[in-house]
Each structure stands twice: as C-alpha cells, then as structure tokens.
C-alpha cells in the first residue's frame, strides 16, 4: 500500500515524514483522551466512595463508584457506531476532532461537580451523565487513532505505527496517575476536600494543545482513497449494518480478543489500587505511584513489543501478551502481600508488561480484518464492545474480594479467565486460507477472517 495515495503530484518528499507525524500527533491526541479518562478511574478508587457515595460504608461505596465506571461507559458501543461512521464517511480527521472536543469538555465538568453534601443525590446522577457523554467520545477516540497511524504507515512498520496510540495510553496514564501521587502528597482528607478537582480542571489546558495538534493532521490516504473509488456510487450503505451483516462473527471474536487489554487493565489499576490502600495500608500517594511506574512500563514497552511484532508477525506476539497474562495472575498479589513499596510497584508493573505486550499490535492486527470502508466502525466497535465488558471487571471484582472475606484469590481467577476469554478468540479468528502471519503483512492481507473476503467483495 502506498503511502501517498491521494497526494498531489510532486508531494512525494513531504509525505515520506507523514508516518511520524501522524503517529506522533495519534500518541499526542490519545494521551489527552486518556489521562481524562486515567483521573477518572484513579478518583473512582481513591475520592469518589467519600465525595458521592457517603452514606454507604466505604466496601459499598467503593462498589458503586466502580459501578459508575461502568454504567458511564454503556454508551462506548454507541460512540463507537456514531464516530465510526463519521470516519468511515466523512474523514477519520473530523471524528477524532469532535471526540476529543466531547472527551476534554466532559472532564471539565466533572471537576466543577459538587458532591453530593451540596446537592444530594443529584451529584452522582450528574456524575453519571457527564460520563456517558465521555464514553460516546472513548467509543470513537482509539480505533480512528490507531487507523490514522496505521493507514499512513510503510508497509513493514504497520505494528510500530499503529502503536503510537497505546504509548499514548500509556503517556495520559503516567499523566493522571502523577497528577494524583503529587496532590495525594497533601493528605487525604485535603484530596477529598478540593485537590482532586486540580487534575479534572488542568484537562482543558490539554485538550487545548491536542485540539491544536489534530487540527493540522492530513486525512488518511486509504480513506480518500475509498472514498473517491465509491463517489459514482448512488447509495452506500451504513458502514455499522455492512459490519454486523457481513462482519458480525469477526466483530465478535476481535471484542473477544480485546477484552483482556481493556478488563485486565482495569484490575490493574483500579481494584489493584483500591485493595493495596484498604486491604495492604498502603497511602493514596504510595498507590498512585505504583500506578506511575506501571504507565512507565507502558511507554518504554509498547514501542519495543510492536517491533516484534512487525518482525515476527502481530498474532504470535499478541498471543503471547495475552498467555503472559496467566503467568502473572497470581504472583502479582503475592507481591503485594509483601506490604513493601517494591513490592506493590512489581505488582503492578508485571501485570502491566503483560498487559502491553497483548495491546502493543492488536489494533494493528484486527484493522485487517475489516474493510476500509467499515474498518473505523468494525474495529471500533470490537474495542468498546470489549471495553463495556471490561468496565464491569473493578465492581465485580470488589464484589467477589468482599463475598470472600476479603481474599483475592477469586480475582486472580478471575484474571486469569479473562485471559484465557481472549486467546481462545484470538486463536479462532484465524487468518484467511494462504495469508501469512509476518513482518512483510499488510493489515488488507495478512491475519484476516475468511469472512472478510465476502465483506470485500459487497463493498
């Protein structure tokens, strides 16, 4: 695939940085989208028990504020289709503009909520609205991302492109992670007060930058591409009806195959941080530090993993993240037992290595596996789908601690499970007959359904 595809003529110098200025502005684009989203999570476990929920004890409270995680993410699946078919129709460019004007607005807003001392039961209601209007911008931000990057990339490169989004994942975590270890060094009882709102509220400052960035990114080549290749065409169909008819089993097995990236994740940071602080006395700032240098993991890794990726093929090294993830199920709380700093950091980064490993090429790799014209819709919604399920690992894991007397063994199953969800889908999406799972793949030929060959020829 050519990388100038759509260029005027004699643009060819410019557009041989165009991968790295696309990558860097998706990396830039994401982090903002992430760090909102990372504040929220770290709030969740650590303020919002006491802010919204105080008349529950703090086991319930924690519950539902995870809770609220979830319900505030039922509209992702929703995004993703709504953004999915602003960039499949209109331009991947114009879909990551608005999700992150909707994303960086939201924040805002949640960090001039009262709680609910003020308002009463209004506070987490408006709490939970603000948060379904950011999961309608999380459903469109990653997939239009990652096919930004990957769409501009050399052939040979598809994987280390594609994964400037999830180092900007990793780059908003290590962002809102700090933020709260730095305000978290006042106290408790001042966090609670008025400080968690100074992360929430510099949001604005970030989306301002990130707006700036995608403003001047130049659309996708492939999406021109199609979208000049279709301009006879009298009808077209809406690119969420072709995925579920003709795509709907790969959607279900690529959500599969996520689910570990997303729900894993969220044990990591969310329960892992809950439990170290009420179960392992450890403080806020000790937690949220440990939740730093596992974002650390993240940004020096993904990069690494999606070389190996591009080198000795996306599934084998995706699968191996997702494997690895068994490995440390269990070791990761027997770390943490150790009530020792060192300890609760490896308890967290190990997880987390794994975690990245999986996610490093997996955008890159389902992207093949739709067609251009419904890729941005499919691989969206195969990321959300997972990431509503994913949602609900911190409520049920806290539940199943509780209903355990507090053990964590069931979570580490629970863990483990989940990994297992996703290399058992990953495993039964196989390529097509004849394609060939290596660095010289292309995401339209290598590592995609059978399937997809009928959703090819329909479009």
Known sequence: MSTTAGAPPGSGPAKRSGPWKIATASLIGTSVEWYD????????????????????????????????????????????????????????????????????????????????????????????????????????????????????????????????????DGVGYFLSTGAFAAIALLGHDVLVAWAWRIPFLLSAALVLVGLLIRSTMEESPEFEAAREAGSGTEKRETPVIAVVRDAWRTWLLASGAFLVTVGGYYIVVTFMSTYAVSALGFSDSQAAGAGTAASVVVIVCTPLAALAADRFGLRKVTLTGILLHLVVAFPMFWLAETRSVAGLWLAMCLPMLASTIAYAAIGTLVSGWFTPRTRYTGLSMSFQTAGLLGTL????????????????????????????????????CAPAPGAADGPADTPQAADRPAETAAETAAS
Request: proline letters at 6%; hydrophobic letters at 55%; aromatic letters at 14%.
């Open 37 to 168: 989203f990372g504040i929220y999570a770290t709030a969740a476990a650590l303020v919002f028990p006491e802010l919204f929920f105080p008349e529950l004890n703090r086991a319930l409270g924690t519950l539902m504020s995870f809770t609220t995680l979830f319900v505030g993410a039922l509209g992702r699946p929703l995004g993703a289709v709504l953004f999915g078919h602003i960039g499949d129709r209109y331009g991947r460019k114009k879909a990551l503009i608005w999700s992150l004007l909707l994303m960086g607005g939201g924040t805002v807003c949640i960090g001039l909520l009262p709680g609910y001392g003020s308002i009463g039961f209004v506070a987490p209601v408006l709490l939970v609205l603000i948060r379904m209007v950011q999961s309608l911008a999380i459903g469109g931000e990653w997939g239009g991302a990652v096919l930004f990057a990957v769409e501009h990339a050399p052939p040979r490169r598809k994987a280390f492109f594609g994964s400037f989004p999830q180092v900007g």
């Open 393 to 428: 690992a911190p409520a049920a894991t806290s539940w199943l601690a509780t209903s355990f007397g507090g053990s964590w063994t069931p979570v580490a199953f629970a863990f483990a499970g989940i990994a297992l969800v996703s290399a058992v889908c990953l495993v039964a």
